[in-house]
C-alpha cells in the first residue's frame, strides 16, 4: 500500500509538471502579447453595458503603466464618450483583434527635407461634451442645427413669397406631424415679424487677430474658442480619481489640471463651501474651523423655498472663481482652462439645510459679450442631475435677460446633456407660449417668430431651430403656419406634469449694470 501510494504520488507530480509544460508556452505567448501593446493600439475591450450585458466595443490605448509586476491600460472606447474612459487589466482586452498604430509616409517638409510622424489610427471626431464655457473654460465646433442657412430659410416667412415648404431641420428624426383627418388640436400662422436689424452671428476666425502675424492685445472677454491644437496625451485621460464634496463623493469624467502632487491620492477633499481643495481629511476639518462661509461669496439674488442663487463677480472672488472652475472642468470636455476670471460673473445654485448653503450648480456668463451669449458654461453636479435642476439653471438665465431687456443664447456648441436640457427647455417653453394663444373673431391665433422671441428672451435662431426640430413649421395656401398636433400637445402637457421646479420672477432681485461703462470692472 506505501508503494502503490507513492508511485500514485509520482505520477501525480510527473502529470503536474506535463501540465505546467504545456501551460509555459501560453503565458509565455500571452506575456510577448502584452509587450506589443503599446499606446495608439487599437483593439476590443470587454465592459458591461447598460443592461449589464458583457460586450467588446473597440477602443484605443491611451497609455500603460506596470504596477506590482502587473501591466493596466488606459482605454478610450471609439465611438463613446470619453467620461467613459477607464484603466483596465489584460484578462479584458481581445489581443487577438490587436490594430496597430498606423505610420504615416515620409512627406516633404518646408525646408523641403523629408519627413515622417508616427501617428495613431485614425480617429473619428467625438461629439463634444458638454455647454458653452468662460475665459477658463472653452470649446469648439459648431452643431448642425445652428447653421446659417436655416436662418435665412425661415426668415422667408416674414416675405411671405416662397411657392416651396422649408425643408425640416437635418437633426429631426420625427415624421411630420401635420395634420391629416382632423388630428390637429389648434393651428396657428406665423405673421411677418417686424424689422430688426441683422444679427452678427460671428465667424470662425477671431476678429482679434492680427493678420501681420504680430500679437494683438490680450482679450478682455472670454469668448476665445480653443482650436485644441495644444491637446496632448495628458489632457485625454482622468487624473483625479475621486473627489469628496460635503456628504457626496463624485468619480470625475474629464482631466482637471489640479496641482500634481494631488493626483496620486485616492481622494481629494474639498470644502463644499470656499471650494479649496486638501489632501486629506485631517486637513479638510482643520480647514473646516478656520473657514467661515456656509455659503458661496456674492450676493444672494434669489430664494424660494429651499433653492438660492448667489452671483458672483469672478475679479471680486478670484480664488472662489478658479477653484469653482477647477471642479467644473472634472465634467466638462474639450475646454482650456485659463485663471483669468475677470470677465465673467458665476451664478451659483444652492439648496439649504441646517448646515448651510450647499452647490447643486451653477453657470457662468461674460459680463459683455458681443455675440448676445447669455450662458458661458452651465453645470449640473452628478448627484444633483436628472432632478430637474438642470432645466431651472437654464430658465433662470432666460429671466435675468429678460430683467436686462436682451435676447440670449448659450455659447456654442453645447454638450451632449446640454443640448439635451436647452432643446427640452427651448421646446417647452415656446409651446407654452403656443397653447395659451386664444384665437379672435372666430379666427386662428396669429404671432410672429420675433414676438415669440421678445417674450422668452429665446434668441430668434433659437426659436427657429426648436420649431424646425419639432416639425412644426408647415406651408400651407400661400404662407407659413405652425401646426401643433395631438401628440405634440399631449407629450408637453405630460412633461409639465413632471416639470415641479419653475422659477419665480418675484423672488428674484437683481439690478443689470453697464460693464461697458466700469473700464476693467
Not at 297 to 320: A, L, V
Not at 450 to 459: C, F, L, V
Request: net charge positive.
Amino acid at each position: 500500500n506505501v508503494n502503490f501510494f507513492h508511485l500514485l504520488v509520482s505520477l501525480v507530480d510527473v502529470l503536474w509538471r506535463s501540465k505546467l509544460l504545456l501551460l509555459l508556452p501560453l503565458a509565455q505567448s500571452k506575456m510577448a502579447d502584452l509587450m506589443e501593446v503599446i499606446e495608439g493600439c487599437r483593439l476590443p475591450v470587454l465592459r458591461k453595458n447598460q443592461d449589464n450585458e458583457d460586450e467588446w466595443p473597440l477602443a484605443e490605448i491611451l497609455s500603460v503603466k506596470e504596477s506590482n509586476g502587473r501591466k493596466s491600460f488606459y482605454v478610450h472606447y471609439i465611438d463613446f464618450n470619453k467620461r467613459l474612459d477607464e484603466w483596465v487589466n489584460s484578462d479584458r482586452l481581445d489581443l487577438k483583434k490587436i490594430q496597430f498604430p498606423k505610420k504615416e509616409a515620409r512627406t516633404p517638409t518646408k525646408n523641403g527635407l523629408p519627413g515622417s510622424k508616427p501617428s495613431s489610427p485614425e480617429r473619428e471626431p467625438e461629439q463634444n461634451t458638454t455647454g458653452g464655457v468662460e475665459s477658463e473654460i472653452r470649446s469648439v465646433g459648431c452643431p448642425q442645427y445652428y447653421q446659417k442657412r436655416k436662418v435665412d430659410a425661415v426668415s422667408l416667412v416674414s416675405q411671405g413669397s416662397p411657392t416651396t415648404p422649408i425643408s425640416s431641420s437635418s437633426e429631426s428624426s420625427q415624421a411630420s406631424l401635420y395634420p391629416q383627418n382632423g388630428a390637429a388640436r389648434r393651428v396657428v400662422a406665423a405673421q411677418p415679424g417686424r424689422k430688426r436689424k441683422a444679427n452678427c452671428l460671428g465667424t470662425d476666425e477671431d476678429s482679434q487677430d492680427s493678420s501681420d502675424g504680430i500679437p494683438s492685445a490680450p482679450r478682455m472677454t472670454g469668448s476665445l474658442v480653443s482650436d485644441r491644437s495644444h491637446d496632448d496625451i495628458i489632457t485625454r485621460m482622468k487624473n483625479i480619481e475621486c473627489i469628496e464634496l460635503g456628504r457626496h463623493r463624485l468619480k470625475p469624467w474629464y482631466f482637471s489640471p489640479y496641482p500634481q502632487e494631488l493626483t496620486t491620492l485616492p481622494v481629494l477633499y474639498l470644502c463644499e463651501f470656499c471650494l479649496k481643495y486638501v489632501k486629506s481629511l485631517r486637513c479638510l476639518q482643520r480647514h473646516l474651523t478656520k473657514c467661515n462661509l456656509r455659503h458661496p461669496p456674492g450676493n444672494e439674488i434669489y430664494r424660494k423655498g429651499t433653492i438660492s442663487f448667489f452671483e458672483i463677480d469672478g475679479r471680486k472672488n478670484k480664488n472662489y472663481s478658479q477653484n469653482l472652475c477647477l471642479l467644473a472642468k472634472c465634467f466638462l470636455d474639450h475646454k482650456t482652462l485659463y485663471y483669468d476670471t475677470d470677465p465673467f460673473l458665476f451664478y451659483v445654485m444652492t439648496e439649504y439645510d441646517s448646515k448651510g448653503f450647499h452647490i447643486v450648480g451653477y453657470f457662468s456668463k461674460e459680463k459683455e459679450s458681443t455675440e448676445d451669449y447669455n450662458v458661458a458654461c452651465i453645470l449640473t453636479l452628478p448627484p444633483y442631475q436628472r432632478r430637474g435642476y438642470g432645466k431651472l439653471l437654464i430658465e433662470f438665465s432666460y429671466e435675468l435677460s429678460k430683467v436686462e431687456g436682451k435676447t440670449g443664447t448659450p455659447e456654442k456648441p453645447l454638450s451632449d446633456l446640454g443640448l439635451l436640457s436647452y432643446r427640452s427647455y427651448w421646446s417647452q417653453t415656446i409651446l407654452e407660449i403656443l397653447m395659451s394663444l386664444k384665437s379672435e373673431n372666430g379666427e386662428r391665433p396669429q404671432i410672429t417668430i420675433n414676438e415669440i422671441s421678445e417674450m422668452t428672451s429665446i434668441k430668434k435662431e433659437d426659436v427657429i431651430s426648436t420649431l424646425q426640430y419639432l416639425n412644426l413649421i408647415n406651408y400651407y395656401k400661400g404662407q407659413y403656419i405652425l401646426t401643433l398636433s395631438e401628440d405634440i400637445v399631449e407629450g408637453h402637457e405630460k412633461a409639465m406634469l413632471k416639470r415641479v421646479l419653475r422659477i419665480d420672477p418675484k423672488c428674484l432681485h437683481f439690478t443689470p449694470k453697464d460693464w461697458s461703462k466700469r473700464g476693467k470692472w
